[in-house]
């Protein structure tokens, strides 16, 4: 009953939230604008990847076009429509996450820890504001069921889910290194096959359907400047990662246009340390079948990708913050997760709002110092031995 409790006071809280607030103020520092305008390109009939190229991989951009295609029929098609339809949807994806949250909770720190990491969550503001400025909480919620099916013994769910993010955001393919880890041969080569499948014959279809706008849409996700990172500050891009204007959408050759300055340090020479310490961290955990452990493991695989990753987007808090506090001792990992989102609240969107880029060189360095103490404390949870891991 008191589950039941938490997940229907953060549903009703988030809801209130959407029908109290005017759609233009509570998307104010967001994304949602944006989407908007290319969700309206499909009133001529345009399509992501087959009339315009999109920097987004597919499942998003669809699902947008046919909730502004909805406001349509149900209303007058207006942003405070969309919004509504978006919002609820966001809203429903992050749900299910706490659900799952809660579950994974359960399995890994027990019935109480569960309830409180629950209240936790609930009352965090990163997620809360981020489900009315992005679409994060669907790569969120695939994360979570993808770790909730692969902990309860059903692996071929656990793939597809991985499958479908990798549709999503490129992120969820990161919980494979940890079956690749924990399974043996035969179940995590048939678990890789089936996320390989799930993710790459929708690509097919699309690759065929629209041509160079789909190869433009992929190339672009490879192409963009480094931005809002330690790699942005050595090439002194001080900027967000956006874009452009929608309306260049149309135009293929914006999809590569370099937008800021090259990187000084060699793509290869970053990936190869990234990737030798990720060898490493692979070769030296120990999971031995502990879903606390590998839950943990796939938390330090992610921390070392935003670490290796040339950009940062602030809502990428939202999927690495449940998985944080499930792996981590609660004081602890609730000390991380205030600390990253007063600096990443900080930077935006209070600095870059305002055109204070230049601040760009204060919150990157304590984001990044803060990722990296993060790792050095997963990776000690990771090698603990049992009785360190049955510690709360």
């Known amino acids: 009953m008191k589950r ?41 009939g345009d399509l992501p990847f087959i009339d315009y190229w999109s920097e987004h991989l597919p499942v998003f951009p669809f699902l947008s076009v046919g909730l502004y295609q909805l406001s349509r029929l149900l209303s007058d098609g207006s942003y405070q429509a969309y919004v509504y339809l978006l919002g609820t949807v966001m809203i429903l994806f992050e749900f299910t996450a706490l659900r799952l949250f809660m579950n994974l909770a359960e399995r890994t720190w027990g019935e109480e820890r569960a309830l409180q990491l629950g209240w936790t969550y609930s009352l965090l503001f990163i997620p809360f504001i981020f489900t009315f400025w992005t679409f994060e909480a669907m790569t969120s919620c695939l994360i979570l069921a993808s770790l909730w099916l692969l902990v309860s013994g059903r692996e071929r769910s656990s793939a597809v889910a991985v499958g479908a993010g990798a549709l999503t955001k490129l992120v969820p393919v990161l919980v494979v290194p940890s079956v690749i880890r924990d399974r043996p041969f035969r179940c995590w080569l048939r678990y890789a096959v089936i996320v390989f499948l799930v993710a790459t014959v929708p690509v097919g279809i699309l690759l065929a359907a629209g041509g160079p706008y789909a190869i433009a ?97 602030p809502q990428w808090q939202v999927f690495l913050f449940p998985l ?25 969107p209070v600095l870059l709002s305002r055109g204070l880029n230049e601040w760009l060189y204060v919150t990157v360095l304590l984001r990044t110092g803060l990722l990296i103490l993060l790792g050095f404390s997963l990776w000690r949870h990771v090698r603990a031995r049992d009785g360190a891991d049955r510690r709360t």
Do not use: H
């Open 4 to 44: 039941k409790t938490v997940l229907l006071l953060f549903l009703a809280f988030r809801l209130m939230t959407l029908l109290t607030f005017r759609a233009e103020d509570l998307t104010l520092f967001g994304d949602y604008q944006y989407y908007y305008q290319l969700a309206s390109f499909s009133d001529q």
């Open 217 to 313: 849409s992929f190339r672009s996700i490879l192409s963009r400047p480094s931005y809002e990172t330690i790699w942005a500050l050595i090439d002194g891009n001080l900027t967000t990662g956006l874009l452009g204007p929608a309306a260049e959408r149309f135009d293929v050759s914006t999809a590569g246009a370099l937008r800021g300055n090259p990187a000084r340090i060699p793509g290869w020479l970053r990936t190869s340390l990234f990737g030798l310490i990720g060898l490493y961290v692979f070769w030296r955990a120990e999971l031995k079948e502990s879903p606390r452990r590998l839950v943990s493991f796939v938390c330090l695989t992610v921390v070392l990708f935003l670490l290796w990753s040339k950009g940062w987007s």
């Open 324 to 348: 944080v506090l499930l792996s981590l001792p609660y004081q602890r990992a609730l000390l991380f997760v205030m600390t990253l989102s007063a600096v990443n609240l900080a930077e935006w």
